[in-house]
C-alpha cells in the first residue's frame, strides 16, 4: 500500500511539473521545397512584458542535402527592427546522422534563437525567418531548398 501511494506522488508530482511553458508555437510547412525567396512570417500577439526564449524548430527528411543551415531571424515591431541575426546550425554529426528528434525519415530540430529575451509590453511583433544556404562561391541562396519541410517559432515563458 505505501509503495502504491509513493508511486502515486511520483507520478502526480511529474505530471504537474510537466506544464506547457510556451507561449507561442506555430508552424509554417512546405509543400517539397523552401524558396529562397519564402520567408516564413510569425505574427506575435500583444501579451506583458516578460522574458522569454524564442526558439526555431526545422523539420527535415531525407532529401536535405547539407549538415547544417544557415538562417537569417528578425523581429520587429511594426516598421521598426528589434533584432536580426545570422545563425548557423548542425543538421548532422560527423558520420551525417541527422540531428534532433523523430521517427523514420522526418526529423525536428529545436534550434536556440535567443535566450531571457525581453518581450515589449504590449506590442505587435512579426518575427521572419528565411535561409541563407548557397553554394560556395554563390551570391544568391538555393532557390527550392529540399528537404526542409517546416519552419517553426516557439515562444517559452521562463520559469522563476
Request: glycine residues 6%; hydrophobic residues 40%.
Amino acid at each position: 500500500m505505501l509503495r502504491t501511494f509513493i508511486l502515486l506522488i511520483i507520478l502526480f508530482e511529474s505530471i504537474s511539473s510537466c506544464e506547457d511553458s510556451k507561449l507561442l508555437m506555430e508552424y509554417k510547412n512546405f509543400t517539397d521545397k523552401w524558396p529562397a525567396k519564402e520567408k516564413a512570417v510569425f505574427k506575435i500577439k500583444p501579451f506583458s512584458k516578460q522574458e522569454v526564449n524564442l526558439i526555431i524548430y526545422i523539420r527535415n527528411d531525407y532529401r536535405y542535402p547539407f549538415s547544417n543551415l544557415f538562417l537569417i531571424a528578425s523581429l520587429r515591431e511594426g516598421n521598426k527592427l528589434l533584432i536580426k541575426d545570422t545563425l548557423e546550425y548542425e543538421m548532422a554529426d560527423a558520420e551525417g546522422n541527422w540531428l534532433g528528434s523523430g521517427f523514420l525519415e522526418l526529423k525536428e530540430s529545436k534550434l536556440w534563437w535567443k535566450e531571457n529575451f525581453e518581450i515589449p509590453d504590449k506590442k505587435n511583433l512579426t518575427a521572419e525567418i528565411e535561409h541563407a544556404v548557397r553554394f560556395n562561391g554563390a551570391e544568391d541562396g538555393i532557390d527550392g531548398l529540399e528537404g526542409i519541410v517546416g519552419v517553426g517559432l516557439a515562444l517559452e515563458a521562463i520559469s522563476n
